[in-house]
Every structure is written in structure tokens, then in C-alpha cells.
């Protein structure tokens, strides 16, 4: 009878999600595709709702007895729940501070469903007026744009302590606990229930539907005004050139190199002893001499050492450097990279020939300057030592900053790369012939543009 009764439940749930399902398609019909990626699933859960990327879980008694008490279908906890998946909330690192991300990501979703089911001159009431008011403020604060990664990084700051508390409770829809690793010592549990989600699937499958969205909602916004603009500038953020994590982007500033090892993927022990055998000392197949490796040439790391930027962040950044760069082939016998401190000048300059180097370097990294930031004397400064034959392949410089400062008018002779660590910096006055990357939370450990496996938001 208990079983009965539960069966009931469930499905009953399911319906009513379907007709939540329903009324969002009906006011976004290009959210279609994206609502059927999301495979129900029924949970005991401390909120009506969760996901983690691959399943829409649900809890029957929470959904039900919310229905019975309000009478109105959970259409806006749903939308809100599929905006988290849409862009890429569920997929981030370890190392990602969760208060704030969480908060960030619900005020983010929670105001697009707002905007997406929206009834045209319809008021607002009660909760849903405060959380418009909240909304339009930080929009105002971050001028006009706000995004999940711009607000995460304003809380990150210490803003809005007093207002965060209230304010998870008021945006609150569905429970976050399945976008994050499990610890260590529960990992064997869930494989052997079964309940680890493919989680990087997931996320290749959500950034696709994602950069697809965005060709359709650029045409769409032409028409709808500024009804789907918050979305749209959401993706945009989530989307753009997103696919190159770091440790892809520091392998520009390696090379080719034929090296004198024994390459076992190419040798074939079982030829070469047959022929000593036979033979006497006469192997039938000499051993390969040469090996394809990546190794570390020449190029210049510059660090903005402006007010704005921390020790913290320049630590984690260089940290993240050496683990890339100590994982590749190695270096050069002739490596030389030179790490450039810079504010609105050069205020120091450190020559790399070794991995021993580098370590010593990062281990006592001390930062000098805090002025105001202006890219061009360290540019220019490493255009110096070009010219005058410090690299023999200087193969382009990295500048790690936050991205508000002067550029150069002129594209200097080699490749440049400006790397962001925070939304803050404007993308639109970067010169067409600076590479652009942008470092989201949590990703220097995770070595990822964004999220665990490489990939938004």
C-alpha cells in the first residue's frame, strides 16, 4: 500500500513538472531542445529541486505540498533550475569558494527566469518585487552587466556581507551539493551505487546547446528588444572562446623538439632481442635515437603589479605557471624567460634558465610597484631585449593582469596574450591583436578556462 501511495506520488510529480515543463516552453520555445537534456529523476531532497547537470531531480512531497499550498505551477523554480544548466553553473572546480558561487549563480538564474516567463506589464509583488529590486541594484553596480562571474568575484570582495544571508534564502530554488566533488573518502561509495554523474559529458553537452542558443537569440533579440538581452550577454560571457583551457594556452609558448632518448611507443623489444640471439651482437632493429617532445623556448611572463592586483591571486597564478610548464617535455638547455614586473613601469625583472629557477623564484615571490597600470613601458621593455638578442625563439609574452590599464596603439613583433582573472576588465577595448583569456573561479588549480574539465561559467 506504502509503494501504492509513493508510485502516485511520483508520478503525479512528474506531471507537474511536465506542466512546468509546458508553460516555460510556451513563453521561451527556444529553450525546447535544452528542457529535454534533463532526465527526471525522484530523490529525497531538501528542496523541491536539484540537478546536477544530467538529471532534474525531484522530491514528489516537497513539489506536491508546495502545489497544494500555492496552487501555482513550479514553472519559475524550473526555469530557474534550467538557466543554472544553460550556463554552466553546476560545472566548476574544487577550489571554488560555494557560498559565493551559489549566490552568484541564483541571483543570476533566478533573474533570467524572472525575464523568461515574464508577463509583459505585469507587476510585480512580494518576493518577487524584492528580488527584482536586488537584481536591478547590482546590475547598477556592475554597471549595466551583470554576470555570474562579475557578481561572484564582487562577493568574492567581501561586498554585500550583511545582505548575503537574507539573500540566499530570497533567490533560493533548488539544492547546489551535486555540482561539486564529493569528498575524497565517499568518491568509492557513489562509484559503486552508481550515482557519479559523467560529469564532463555533461558539460561539453550544455556548452554546445549553449553556443547554440546564443546564434538563435541573436536573431531573436533583434526582434524581441531587450527581452532576452540578459541571456544573451550571459552566454555571450559563457561562450566566448571558452574551449582553450591554460594548459592548452601555455602550450603556444612551446616547441617541437627532437630529443635523444629511447622512444618506447616506436621500439619494438621483441626484434631487437630475437636479433642478439640469433646473431650474437647483432640486434635485427637499432633503437629509435629521437623522440617528439614539447619543450619550453623563450618567452616573457609580465605581471601587473598595480594597487588592484593581490599577492594571493599573482601566487596562484605563477603556482598554476610552473605546474603547466614543469608537466610539458621541460625546458630548453637554453631557455630564458624573463618574469616582468609592471605597473605604469617596469619595476623589476627576473631572468628563468631552469626549472630550478623558476621554482626558486615562486617559492619567494615578492611584488613590486602598486601605482597605476599602463601595459606599454613593459612591452616595449621586452621588444628592448628582443632587439638586442636576449631571446634566441622568443616565441611571445603573457601579460596577467586585470585588464584595466592602457594598451598599445601598435601590434608589437611578436605574439601577445592578455590573461584575465577577472570579468571586471573590458574585453572590448582589448586590441584586436592581443590574445584574450580569461581565468574564472577556481580555475588555477583546476588548470581550466572554466570548470573541472576544461571548459564556462
Not at 640486434?283 to 594597487?307: C, G, H, K, M, N
Not at 621554482?359 to 615578492?366: H, P, Q, S, T, Y
Request: charged letters at 25%; hydrophobic letters at 40%; glycine letters at 8%.
Amino acid at each position: 500500500m506504502a509503494d501504492t501511495r509513493t508510485d502516485n506520488l511520483e508520478q503525479l510529480a512528474r506531471e507537474l513538472v511536465e506542466l512546468a515543463r509546458g508553460v516555460t516552453i510556451a513563453a521561451a520555445p527556444f529553450l525546447a531542445a535544452s528542457t529535454g537534456i534533463l532526465t527526471p529523476r525522484a530523490e529525497t531532497l531538501p528542496t523541491p529541486f536539484a540537478t546536477d547537470g544530467g538529471s532534474l531531480y525531484i522530491d514528489p512531497r516537497l513539489l506536491l505540498g508546495d502545489f497544494a499550498r500555492t496552487r501555482e505551477i513550479p514553472s519559475h523554480a524550473y526555469a530557474h533550475t534550467l538557466a543554472h544548466c544553460i550556463l554552466l553553473h553546476p560545472f566548476v572546480g574544487e577550489a571554488i569558494d560555494r557560498a559565493a558561487w551559489d549566490l552568484a549563480a541564483d541571483i543570476v538564474a533566478d533573474s533570467l527566469a524572472d525575464e523568461l516567463l515574464a508577463k509583459t506589464g505585469a507587476p510585480l509583488a512580494g518576493d518577487a518585487a524584492e528580488r527584482d529590486q536586488i537584481v536591478r541594484g547590482l546590475a547598477s553596480e556592475l554597471g549595466d552587466r551583470l554576470t555570474t562571474e562579475r557578481l561572484y568575484h564582487l562577493l568574492r570582495r567581501g561586498a554585500h556581507t550583511d545582505d548575503r544571508g537574507a539573500w540566499a534564502v530570497l533567490f533560493h530554488q533548488d539544492d547546489h551539493a551535486r555540482w561539486y566533488p564529493a569528498p575524497e573518502e565517499d568518491r568509492p561509495k557513489q562509484r559503486a551505487a552508481g550515482q557519479e554523474a559523467p560529469q564532463t559529458d555533461m558539460e561539453q553537452t550544455w556548452r554546445h546547446t549553449a553556443q547554440s542558443l546564443r546564434v538563435d537569440l541573436e536573431t531573436l533579440s533583434r526582434k524581441s528588444g531587450t527581452l532576452l538581452a540578459s541571456l544573451l550577454r550571459e552566454l555571450s560571457v559563457g561562450a566566448h572562446e571558452q574551449e582553450m583551457d591554460y594548459r592548452a594556452f601555455l602550450r603556444q609558448f612551446a616547441v617541437d623538439d627532437e630529443s635523444i632518448h629511447l622512444s618506447d611507443d616506436e621500439f619494438d623489444y621483441v626484434f631487437y632481442t630475437y636479433g642478439l640471439e640469433l646473431y650474437g651482437d647483432m640486434p635485427l632493429i637499432e633503437p629509435l635515437e629521437y623522440r617528439q617532445e614539447r619543450r619550453v623556448r623563450d618567452f616573457a611572463i609580465v605581471i601587473d603589479t598595480s594597487s588592484s592586483v593581490t599577492e594571493k591571486v599573482v601566487q596562484d597564478f605563477i603556482d598554476a605557471t610552473y605546474d603547466v610548464l614543469t608537466s610539458e617535455g621541460g625546458f630548453f638547455e637554453r631557455t630564458c624567460i624573463h618574469i616582468v614586473q609592471a605597473d605604469r613601469r617596469v619595476t623589476s625583472d627576473t631572468r628563468i634558465t631552469s626549472v630550478a629557477d623558476l621554482d626558486r623564484w615562486r617559492r619567494g615571490i615578492r611584488l613590486f610597484g602598486g601605482g597605476g597600470t599602463d601595459f606599454r613601458p613593459a612591452i616595449d621593455y621586452v621588444r628592448r631585449l628582443q632587439a638586442e638578442g636576449e631571446f634566441s625563439d622568443l616565441r611571445g609574452l603573457v601579460y596577467f593582469t586585470d585588464g584595466w590599464g592602457i594598451y598599445p596603439s601598435q601590434m608589437p613583433p611578436f605574439k601577445s596574450a592578455f590573461v584575465f582573472y577577472d570579468e571586471d576588465h573590458r574585453p572590448e577595448i582589448v586590441p584586436s591583436w592581443a590574445q584574450q583569456l580569461v581565468l574564472h573561479p577556481g580555475q588555477f588549480e583546476t588548470m581550466s578556462v572554466y570548470g573541472r574539465a576544461g571548459g564556462h561559467h
